[in-house]
């Protein structure tokens, strides 16, 4: 089993600046794809980032490209979200997650919720205007 602990959410002036950290235990997860999702409530997850196993690929969503950068440290077992230019929409409580499956494949898609089987149980990003 994989446990995932987000850190590093928080109120943040719109501009601003938030690095989010999900530390994995259990076992490493240096062969896994690792993504962010965030939710606000009524709404469905939605997809922020996901990278590859060996950082090789990354995939953004068009409403953070540019701002959001996906990152991680398979030494440490931890990948990060840096999120720079925050929007009040990006408020959010955001999630990791992460799949033994490393990489995109031909019948499954690393933006989207249901490929991940490991989640985290999240952390509140709130941006004021």
């Known amino acids: 089993q994989v446990q995932l602990v987000e850190s590093g959410g928080g109120l943040m002036q719109a501009g601003g600046s938030l690095r989010l950290s999900c530390a994995a235990s259990?076992?490493?997860?240096?062969?896994?794809?690792m993504a962010w999702f965030r939710q606000v409530p009524g709404k469905e997850r939605e997809f922020v980032a996901a990278?590859?196993?060996?950082?090789?690929?990354?995939y953004y969503a068009d409403s953070v490209k540019g701002r959001f950068t996906i990152s991680r440290d398979n030494a440490k077992n931890t990948e990060y979200l840096q999120m720079n230019s925050l929007k009040p929409e990006d408020t959010a409580v955001y999630y990791c997650?992460?799949?033994?499956?490393?990489?995109?494949?031909?019948?499954?898609?690393?933006?989207?919720?249901?490929?991940?089987?490991?989640w985290g149980q999240g952390t509140q990003v709130t941006v004021s205007s």
């Open positions: 997650a992460a799949d033994p499956r490393g990489s995109s494949g031909p019948y499954y898609d690393l933006r989207s919720a249901t490929t991940y089987r490991y």
């Open positions: 259990g076992r490493t997860v240096s062969g896994y794809a």
């Open positions: 990278i590859s196993w060996s950082s090789g690929s990354k």
